[in-house]
């Protein structure tokens, strides 16, 4: 069975930083499409940053070029996102995907999905 279980959200204020975490169990995440989605109140699910080995794809949102970072530990079976200068516009809950597929970083490309872990980015 397949568990993704996100951490590392929290309350911060703008310019400051933050790593989510995504420990996962049932699959490997070095063979699947993995990303990190974004949901802010009233909008929709966005992609923020998605990796697929088996395409040689990697994806960011152009909001986040150069300040998101996303990563894998494949001995921990773990996936990152590394989130620095913050801003107002980041706040939502995150959430990590995995697919077998994945081919391209859109929530409805992926079938696995964490609980999520709320960001909150406020002066």
């Known amino acids: 069975q397949v568990q993704l279980v996100e951490s590392g959200g929290g309350s911060v204020q703008p310019g400051g930083s933050l790593r989510l975490s995504c420990a996962a169990s049932?699959?490997?995440?070095?063979?699947?499409?993995v990303g990190w989605f974004r949901q802010a109140p009233g909008k929709e699910r966005e992609g923020i940053a998605c990796?697929?080995?088996?395409?040689?794809?990697?994806f960011y949102d152009d909001p986040v070029k150069g300040r998101f970072t996303i990563s894998r530990d494949n001995a921990k079976n773990t996936l990152y996102l590394q989130m620095n200068n913050l801003k107002v516009e980041d706040t939502g809950t995150y959430y990590c995907a995995v697919d077998k597929v994945g081919l391209a970083c859109v929530a409805r490309e992926y079938g696995h999905w964490g609980r999520g872990t709320q960001v909150t980015v406020s002066s």
């Open positions: 049932g699959l490997t995440l070095d063979y699947d499409a």
């Open positions: 990796i697929n080995n088996e395409i040689r794809f990697t």
